[in-house]
């Protein structure tokens, strides 16, 4: 398996769950920019990411799991069928800010933290909008990640049969 979250850097998530303190630039990447703003850097950044993922599927031959959302549905589509299957995972709106602030405690978070932790929230969301829309328009199959991990797990293997 291998995710994408570690081909290459980016901004990342404006809270740390292990207390350490989150760099200042990530904060100000989160805080100086519009939502609108936010999701075209990460789209860009997606898409830079991308030649380094078809490098890995074209590189493997049997068994590889590719996660994460730098997984553009578009650029997936120009694969060879023959490389594999995709799935998305695409939540209700609302699911993923929720889960940012639970797992980030924006409740307790103040200032500068606090607002990148809901502009983070704000793109997450965006970008759960883009990606449905996306897989939709391409005709593209996904997993609802309002599911339950066994239900989630069962339509993984579906796919796969």
Not at 104 to 127: P, V
Not at 148 to 157: A, G, H, S
């Amino acid at each position: 398996m291998c995710s994408t979250d570690y081909l290459a850097r980016h901004a990342g998530r404006p809270w740390r769950s292990d207390g350490t303190t989150v760099p200042p630039h990530v904060i100000q990447h989160f805080t100086n920019h519009s939502v609108d703003e936010l999701m075209a850097a990460v789209i860009r950044h997606y898409r830079s990411v991308w030649p380094q993922v078809e490098n890995l599927i074209r590189d493997v031959d049997e068994g590889l799991v590719i996660e994460g959302s730098a997984v553009l549905p578009e650029l997936a589509t120009r694969l060879n069928p023959g490389y594999g299957r995709a799935a998305w995972l695409i939540a209700e709106e609302g699911t993923f800010q929720e889960r940012i602030f639970l797992e980030s405690r924006c409740g307790s978070a103040t200032g500068t933290n606090r607002a990148a932790i809901e502009m983070f929230g704000l793109r997450s969301e965006r970008f759960n909008e883009y990606i449905r829309n996306e897989v939709q328009r391409l005709g593209l199959q996904s997993i609802s990640a309002d599911s339950d991990f066994d239900e989630q797990m069962k339509r993984v293997l579906t796919l796969l049969e």
